[in-house]
DNA sequence: TTGTGTATATTCACTGGTTAGTATACATAC
DNA sequence: GTATGTATACTAACCAGTGAATATACACAA
């Protein structure tokens, strides 16, 4: 059969991206993924050992190419720092109004396995997260800001908090309020800095 | 047997909830909430038509008893505006270090129920939360700060926040950091309301 | 060129357990 | 003697994971 055998780990893990992040991880059962990728569930049980494993593969697989889209929507902004950080957030609010649109994956998954706090899929899912707060700080730091770690962690909070109060509610302004609430601390921030500043 | 029998009902929810709450919404099965409450599963079906008014039930149980708290911790702080709605992070903060918190129930399930977006226990999450976000925005108007509204969403967003990420992270200094943001959000606001504005 | 062994990849059929919800009967109180 | 409340026993479906067999590709020997 296939020698290097990747196209059919791919297709399974897309198939289980799209059941576990539209229905849920323990709503959808490993037969379904099968289904969904075409092949029985035999032969998904050769490439992962156990539905944990699988779950942890759907949220690996969302790691770079979610931090890649914060980066460009932050890179592809015009503007100062606090806008350029604003611009996540705006156009965090405009996926948001997709209607297939469920929220965060990883704190959706950490949610749904709070019981399970060593669970793989949670790890990733912390990791995923810090790799944002770390890429914010670095961000910050290089603008000259007095306490970068705290900034990109506020941020992190508002941008979190939006995913869940945006899914609750259905109300994807809220993301548009969190991200006018970002600007502010930022803007604070830059006002409070060291001479030796940068200021874009 | 007992005629209200309003105990049974209270007891079968009490059940539910330390259930729900700790293993999550579908990991629990209806057996097993009625073991812990004591009672076979039919008789709990008498009480209940199906799981998903059990669940509603469970958020409804809650509802008021946060609320109240969130009010008393604000009521007993001693400070400004800005200090008094902090002192509610910094005792949320508190709560997270018990080993068995595990973050916000209403948000858990909006999460775990993601695919079910009518469901009635999301509704009482919406309400839950939008009853908190009006206490905070008339406590807001009273100060006469310019944009209740928003300030008592940015906020919100804030706190939601910190209990998305705490629960990833399960470091719960995440929520005193939300709480500093949210006294610069208000301290910010508080400086730029009109001369009519009523200090404390 | 042809035969053969081996690792990779896939399927069918199954197990043991769980699950939401119900049909029916029984008990108690007033 | 009827409302309310509780229990036993059941259904029909679902679910994570496995045993055993099979098919293919390719390396290497004859």
Redesign the interface.
């Known amino acids: 059969m296939p020698r290097p055998s990747e196209p059919t780990r791919e297709r399974i893990v897309q198939a289980a991206s799209a059941l576990f992040y539209?229905?849920?991880i323990?709503?959808v059962s490993v037969d379904e993924v099968a289904a969904k990728a075409g092949l029985t569930k035999r032969t998904l049980y050769y490439h992962f050992k156990s539905k944990d494993d699988l779950v942890a593969a759907y949220l690996a697989a969302r790691d770079q190419p979610n931090l890649a889209l914060f980066r460009k929507w932050f890179a592809e902004a015009e503007g100062g720092l606090a806008v350029k950080v604003e611009a996540i957030f705006k156009n965090l609010a405009r996926s948001a109004r997709h209607p297939k649109w469920?929220?965060c994956g990883?704190?959706?998954t950490?949610?749904?396995?709070?019981?399970m706090?060593g669970h793989p899929a949670?790890r990733i899912?912390?990791a995923h997260?810090?790799k944002f707060e770390d890429w914010l700080r670095a961000t910050f730091a290089e603008q000259g800001i007095a306490d970068p770690l705290?900034l990109a962690?506020?941020i992190?909070?508002?941008?979190?908090?939006?995913?869940?109060?945006v899914?609750?509610?259905?109300d994807p302004s809220?993301m548009e309020?969190?991200g006018?609430?970002a600007r502010?601390?930022i803007e604070?921030a830059l006002g409070k800095q060291g001479v030796s500043g940068v200021r874009t």
């Open positions: 539209n229905e849920g323990r709503r469920k929220g990883f704190l959706r950490s949610a749904e396995l709070a019981n706090p949670i899912g912390a997260k810090k705290k962690r506020q992190l909070l508002l941008l979190d908090g939006s995913f869940a109060v899914l609750l509610h259905r809220y309020t969190a006018e609430a502010t601390l604070t």
